[in-house]
C-alpha cells in the first residue's frame, strides 16, 4: 500500500503543487479522476479528467467503481475510479489522489492506511489573499469562500501530516520525500 491523499482548503495551491510533482518526478503515479465538468482550454479527456456526462458518473458511482467522489463547490462531481488506484498499488507505484476534503474522509474510511497530506497555506493572510485577490467577486460570494475556508483550515488535524505550501518547489519535494520514506508504503 503506497497511497498518499493530498488535500487542503480551497485555493491553497494543490494543483499547483500536483503539477510540480508531475512535471519533476515521473515515477509517481496520478489517479486520473471523473468530472462533470466541461473541459477547459488545453485539457485532454483521458489525461486531466475523464469528462463523463452526469449519467455515466452516475452509473460509475452505482457499479461502485468509485473508490471516493464528491460534488466539488456545489458545482460538479469529481470521482476517483477505482480500478486503476488498486492497479497502481498492486504495482508497487507511488500513487497519489489529489482531491478535495470531502473525498480524502471517504478514503479514509474504506483505506484508513493510506497517507494523508495536508496542504496548509503559509498563513490566513496568505490563503484570503489568494482567495479575494483577484477582487472579481462580490462580497458575499468572498464571505462565502472564506466561511468556507475556515472550516477547511481547520480539517488539518485529521491528517497523517501537514505540508506548509510557503513554496511550491519544496513542498512537491517534501510530499515525494514523504511518499518515498516508507519502503512498505504506508503500513503503520
Ligand atoms: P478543478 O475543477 O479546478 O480541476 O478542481 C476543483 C477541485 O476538485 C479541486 O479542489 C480538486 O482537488 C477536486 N477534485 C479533483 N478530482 C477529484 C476527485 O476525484 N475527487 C474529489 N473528491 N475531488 C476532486
Do not use: C
Amino acid at each position: 500500500m503506497r497511497l498518499t491523499v493530498l488535500a487542503g482548503p480551497t485555493a491553497v495551491g494543490k494543483g499547483t503543487v500536483a503539477a510540480e510533482v508531475r512535471r519533476r518526478y515521473p515515477e509517481v503515479w496520478f489517479s486520473v479522476s471523473a468530472t462533470t465538468r466541461a473541459p477547459r482550454p488545453g485539457e485532454i479527456d483521458g489525461v486531466h479528467y475523464f469528462f463523463v456526462s452526469d449519467a455515466d458518473f452516475d452509473a460509475m458511482v452505482e457499479r461502485g467503481e468509485m473508490l471516493e467522489w464528491a460534488v466539488v463547490h456545489g458545482r460538479a462531481k469529481y470521482g476517483t475510479p477505482r480500478g486503476p488506484v488498486e492497479a497502481a498499488l498492486a504495482n508497487g507505484r507511488l500513487a497519489l489522489l489529489e482531491i478535495d476534503l470531502q473525498g480524502a474522509r471517504q478514503v479514509r474510511a474504506s483505506m484508513p492506511q493510506a497517507h494523508f497530506v495536508f496542504l496548509a497555506p503559509p498563513s490566513w493572510e496568505d490563503l484570503v489573499e489568494r482567495l479575494v485577490g483577484r477582487g472579481t467577486e462580490t462580497a458575499e460570494e468572498r464571505d462565502r469562500r472564506l466561511a468556507t475556508a475556515r472550516v477547511e483550515l481547520a480539517a488539518a488535524d485529521e491528517f497523517d501530516t501537514t505540508i506548509v505550501n510557503d513554496d511550491v518547489e519544496r513542498a512537491a519535494e517534501d510530499l515525494v520525500s514523504l511518499m518515498r520514506s516508507s519502503p512498505n508504503g504506508n503500513e503503520p
